[in-house]
């Protein structure tokens, strides 16, 4: 009858979970007197979907809706999350944010929207009051551990002597606001 009770109660501990993304373990242990002691550990395992600890709500927003937008591959997603005021390029180019990425930087060959979902799968940082992606925005080539240049991978190289990190990033601001992604000095 123990055995039965122990089935019923794995099964719900199961359902209850979802049956998603959790591990049970259960243990069993069995002495003289036939005293059944049964312990149900549930693990939760999550793999790079979940937004990243202490970003303030709104900047999770952006965030989450920035995310989803690169990942489709389609730049008319990130049309909508285009403020007024965004920064796109040094200097002045004709056109706006997504024109100048599928006509100018494309052409050279890089996927800006690509590298936008990359970045966003990366550890960020907080400068003056800026959320940016890649972490590496206010750190020196030599400051960074192997496992920094690892997360990186080619944008590891992507750092001026003495200047700091260039390579793409992407800013929001506390309000939620995008600020910016864009590359170079």
């Known amino acids: 009858m123990r055995g ?31 005293t059944v002691t049964e312990t149900a550990t549930t ?16 900047v999770a927003a952006t965030y989450e809706a920035l995310r989803e937008a690169a990942a489709s591959g389609d730049y008319e997603q990130l049309r909508p999350l285009i403020p007024a005021r965004f920064s796109y390029s040094f200097g002045a ?9 599928t006509n100018v930087v494309e052409r050279s ?6 590298i936008l979902a990359r970045l966003l ?4 940082t907080l ?10 925005y206010d ?17 590891a190289d ?10 793409w990033r992407a800013g929001i601001e506390r309000d939620g606001r995008w600020s910016f992604f864009i590359a170079g000095d």
């Open 93 to 101: 180019p004709e056109g706006d944010a997504i024109d100048y990425w």
């Open 139 to 155: 750190k020196q080539q030599d400051e960074l551990t192997g496992y920094e240049r690892r997360i990186l991978g080619e944008a």
């Open 121 to 124: 799968d990366m550890p960020y």
């Open 127 to 136: 400068y003056r009051g800026t959320y940016i992606w890649p972490f590496a």
């Open 4 to 34: 039965a009770v122990a089935v019923a109660v794995l099964a719900f501990a199961l359902a209850a979970c979802g049956g998603e993304a959790e591990t049970v373990t259960v243990e069993r242990t069995v002495t003289q007197q036939d």
């Open 43 to 58: 693990t939760e395992t999550v793999a790079g979907e979940a937004t990243p600890p202490g970003l303030p709500r709104r």
């Open 109 to 114: 060959g890089e996927r800006p929207i690509e």
């Open 158 to 167: 992507d750092f001026g002597a003495g200047s700091g990190y260039l390579g």
